[in-house]
């Protein structure tokens, strides 16, 4: 079982920062793939970004050059370095993670920019 924790979310000001982590514990084998989900009130779950743990990463086209995905294998964490927030960036963003045997999902951390 794997078990992910998201932590850094919080209300910033638009043009502000904030830089979220997810730590994942538990029975994690072989390669993965993580990536940060976002959700806001009355839309689907999308995309933000994701990472391989070659660090290959892939972004949605509305954080391209905004947002920077990281992580550090050895300490099973993730990271999004977010820049030039916008209040349309609002929203849960929630962690995943995927492997061979399966994935899970973190709890979800919120995301507030005020305009």
């Known amino acids: 079982q794997v078990h992910l924790v998201e932590s850094g979310g919080g209300l910033v000001q638009a043009g502000g920062s904030l830089r979220l982590s997810c730590a994942a514990s538990?029975?994690?084998?072989?390669?993965?793939?993580m990536g940060w989900y976002r959700q806001a009130p009355g839309k689907q779950r999308e995309l933000v970004a994701d990472?391989?743990?070659?660090?290959?990463?892939n972004y949605a086209d509305s954080v391209k050059g905004r947002f920077i995905i990281s992580r550090d294998n050895a300490k099973n964490t993730m990271y999004l370095q977010m820049s030039s927030l916008k209040p349309e960036d609002t929203a849960t963003y929630y962690c995943?993670?995927?492997?061979?045997?399966?994935?899970?999902w973190g709890q979800g951390t919120q995301v507030t920019v005020s305009s």
């Open positions: 990472i391989t743990s070659a660090g290959r990463t």
């Open positions: 538990g029975s994690i084998f072989g390669t993965t793939t």
């Open positions: 995943n993670l995927q492997m061979v045997l399966g994935g899970a």
